[in-house]
């Protein structure tokens, strides 16, 4: 296994690809105008608490109020550590309206939907989150070698001794980690608290205090491991900034960080841009000939897994079989090239045996176990389904890139230029009925005024017939295959 980072920086976009073995598993993308917000953190204002819901919406400067919670007012942003607290009884409790309150972001606003708050603060270096109301120490649940754990539970017994107030719990890239370097991150984790604390105190409610790395430093503090065998971006003045952070937190991997200076862009050469393109479509291809057909809805993504041009060697049950494994790796690999969360619902070709079905769950679990998104799978039920949830803290690969089609809304698809006739014909009568007139224009697309004029021409005559007004047709350029206009003259 070998992972490679390359980073793309152009004035107001960063995009970070993450390769492994030479294929694109993970794509991030920042926009300046549009940066993400989880982990900022903002001095809000409590507008609206609901005990209904054991919620509250909370002002912090962005155009949708945020929401919080009762369950993320003592609950840890980060998800894959053993570190859990109690939930209160009643958010009236904690909150009450026009309170002055200091929030993280956990989840960035999500369609329309404001983002999603927590109280308890965490803040995240190399190594370590620090949560300063916290009084835990936690690790990891991704470090599983119990001498180690045990060894970094000392470290941190034997720290947290010496700072006060505060838990902290070591993050994944902490396993192995020096005890100076894990001393250095809580250090320097500490003195960042204090800088946030005393800039809350000094700001009105509906401001931001503490903003995130960009995301070519965060993606270094996240994902530079040591599987990560190298690091490049072309841009010098982000290979310098990159190269700061390593070289203060991580100096032993600033080595494999470097500046590409190429004339053909980066993403070009690896073959980015068209895994991009790809990862728009609707449909997947297999190497086998079979594909996927993945469909985002509001609800839940579904993806449907088909033979198509496959047809095996051997049996029916072999070649569904096949079809199912390989699809089961590619539906993995999509959800995070896609960055696909929420709800998602996996029809996999129906499989009689009992033991293919196993092996096809078996093969997606293993599959999503690399993923650093947490997902939850179901078994595969009695209709061939698997139903499965990945956590959604960010939007999806469509939404950053995507826009709903001006022409259909969104619905991915358009009324038949028939359909549009018939609407026409319906409209000119309402129109004769309700006002006097000579004569009446219709304004539609090409399309449309074409079949008018050719199959539907006797139609046409017939509604000339009854109405008694003579019907004049008339293409308009701009118009979509949906747009008319009945004009009476």
């Given at each position: 296994?070998?992972?490679?980072?390359?980073?793309?920086?152009?004035?107001?976009?960063?995009?970070?690809?993450?390769?492994?073995?030479?294929?694109?598993?993970?794509?991030?993308?920042?926009?300046?105008?549009?940066?993400?917000?989880?982990g900022n953190i903002y001095k809000g204002k409590v507008s609206r608490v609901l005990?209904?819901?054991?919620?509250?919406?909370?002002?912090?400067?962005?155009?949708?109020?945020?929401?919080?919670?009762?369950?993320?007012?003592?609950?840890?942003?980060?998800?894959?550590?053993?570190?859990?607290?109690?939930?209160?009884?009643?958010?009236?409790?904690?909150?009450?309206?026009?309170?002055?309150?200091?929030?993280?972001?956990?989840?960035?606003?999500?369609?329309?939907?404001?983002?999603?708050?927590?109280?308890?603060?965490?803040?995240?270096?190399?190594?370590?989150?620090?949560?300063?109301?916290?009084?835990?120490?936690?690790?990891?649940?991704?470090?599983?070698?119990?001498?180690?754990?045990?060894?970094?539970?000392?470290?941190?017994?034997?720290?947290?001794?010496?700072?006060?107030?505060?838990?902290?719990?070591?993050?994944?890239?902490?396993?192995?980690?020096?005890?100076?370097?894990?001393?250095?991150?809580?250090?320097?984790?500490?003195?960042?608290?204090?800088?946030?604390?005393?800039?809350?105190?000094?700001?009105?409610?509906?401001n931001l205090v503490h903003e995130d790395q960009p995301l070519s430093v965060r993606?270094?503090?996240?994902?530079?491991?040591?599987?990560?065998?190298?690091?490049?971006?072309?841009?010098?003045?982000?290979?310098?900034?990159?190269?700061?952070?390593?070289?203060?937190?991580?100096?032993?991997?600033?080595?494999?960080?470097?500046?590409?200076?190429?004339?053909?862009?980066?993403?070009?050469?690896?073959?980015?841009?068209?895994?991009?393109?790809?990862?728009?479509?609707?449909?997947?291809?297999?190497?086998?000939?079979?594909?996927?057909?993945?469909?985002?809805?509001?609800?839940?993504?579904?993806?449907?897994?088909?033979?198509?041009?496959?047809?095996?060697?051997?049996?029916?049950?072999?070649?569904?079989?096949?079809?199912?494994?390989?699809?089961?790796?590619?539906?993995?690999?999509?959800?995070?090239?896609?960055?696909?969360?929420?709800?998602?619902?996996?029809?996999?070709?129906?499989?009689?045996?009992?033991?293919?079905?196993?092996?096809?769950?078996?093969?997606?679990?293993?599959?999503?176990?690399?993923?650093?998104?947490?997902?939850?799978?179901?078994?595969?039920?009695?209709?061939?389904?698997?139903?499965?949830?990945?956590?959604?803290?960010?939007?999806?690969?469509?939404?950053?890139?995507?826009?709903?089609?001006?022409?259909?809304?969104?619905?991915?698809?358009?009324?038949?230029?028939?359909?549009?006739?018939?609407?026409?014909?319906?409209?000119?009568?309402?129109?004769?009925?309700?006002?006097?007139?000579?004569?009446?224009?219709?304004?539609?697309?090409?399309?449309?005024?074409?079949?008018?004029?050719?199959?539907?021409?006797?139609?046409?005559?017939?509604?000339?017939?009854?109405?008694?007004?003579?019907?004049?047709?008339?293409?308009?350029?701009?118009?979509?295959?949906?747009?008319?206009?009945?004009?009476?003259?």
């Amino acid at each position: 296994m070998s992972e490679e980072i390359l980073i793309n920086v152009t004035p107001r976009e960063t995009r970070v690809a993450l390769l492994d073995n030479g294929v694109l598993q993970e794509l991030y993308i920042e926009r300046m105008h549009r940066r993400g917000l989880v982990g900022n953190i903002y001095k809000g204002k409590v507008s609206r608490v609901l005990p209904g819901m054991q919620a509250a919406f909370i002002d912090i400067g962005l155009e949708r109020t945020a929401f919080l919670h009762a369950a993320d007012i003592v609950k840890v942003a980060y998800a894959d550590t053993e570190y859990q607290s109690q939930v209160p009884a009643d958010i009236r409790a904690a909150l009450h309206e026009g309170q002055e309150i200091l929030v993280q972001v956990l989840k960035d606003p999500l369609g329309t939907k404001g983002a999603r708050l927590t109280t308890h603060i965490s803040i995240p270096s190399r190594y370590l989150v620090y949560l300063p109301d916290g009084k835990s120490m936690g690790l990891s649940a991704r470090i599983e070698d119990l001498p180690e754990r045990e060894r970094l539970l000392e470290l941190l017994q034997v720290f947290v001794a010496t700072t006060g107030e505060g838990g902290y719990i070591v993050r994944t890239a902490g396993e192995g980690a020096a005890a100076e370097a894990l001393r250095a991150d809580m250090l320097f984790l500490n003195k960042l608290w204090e800088t946030i604390r005393l800039h809350a105190a000094d700001i009105p409610a509906g401001n931001l205090v503490h903003e995130d790395q960009p995301l070519s430093v965060r993606i270094l503090r996240d994902l530079l491991s040591g599987e990560v065998q190298q690091v490049q971006v072309d841009s010098a003045q982000t290979y310098t900034r990159m190269c700061d952070f390593t070289g203060m937190f991580v100096p032993e991997l600033k080595a494999r960080i470097e500046h590409y200076s190429g004339t053909r862009p980066i993403f070009d050469l690896y073959g980015i841009e068209e895994e991009i393109r790809k990862a728009l479509e609707r449909n997947v291809q297999l190497k086998s000939g079979g594909y996927l057909i993945i469909d985002q809805t509001e609800a839940m993504t579904t993806i449907d897994v088909n033979t198509g041009a496959y047809v095996g060697h051997r049996n029916l049950e072999e070649t569904i079989l096949k079809t199912n494994l390989e699809a089961a790796q590619a539906i993995a690999r999509q959800l995070r090239l896609r960055n696909l969360g929420g709800i998602i619902i996996i029809d996999f070709i129906d499989m009689n045996d009992v033991d293919h079905k196993q092996l096809v769950l078996q093969a997606l679990q293993q599959a999503l176990a690399r993923d650093r998104t947490k997902t939850q799978v179901t078994e595969i039920s009695a209709l061939g389904l698997v139903e499965m949830t990945r956590k959604r803290t960010r939007e999806s690969l469509e939404h950053i890139l995507c826009m709903p089609c001006s022409t259909c809304q969104g619905r991915a698809s358009l009324k038949t230029p028939e359909t549009v006739c018939y609407e026409i014909f319906r409209e000119i009568l309402r129109e004769t009925r309700q006002f006097e007139t000579k004569e009446l224009r219709v304004l539609a697309s090409q399309e449309v005024i074409g079949l008018l004029l050719d199959e539907e021409s006797t139609s046409l005559a017939e509604l000339e017939g009854q109405i008694g007004k003579p019907i004049r047709l008339q293409a308009e350029a701009l118009y979509n295959q949906e747009q008319f206009d009945v004009v009476s003259m």
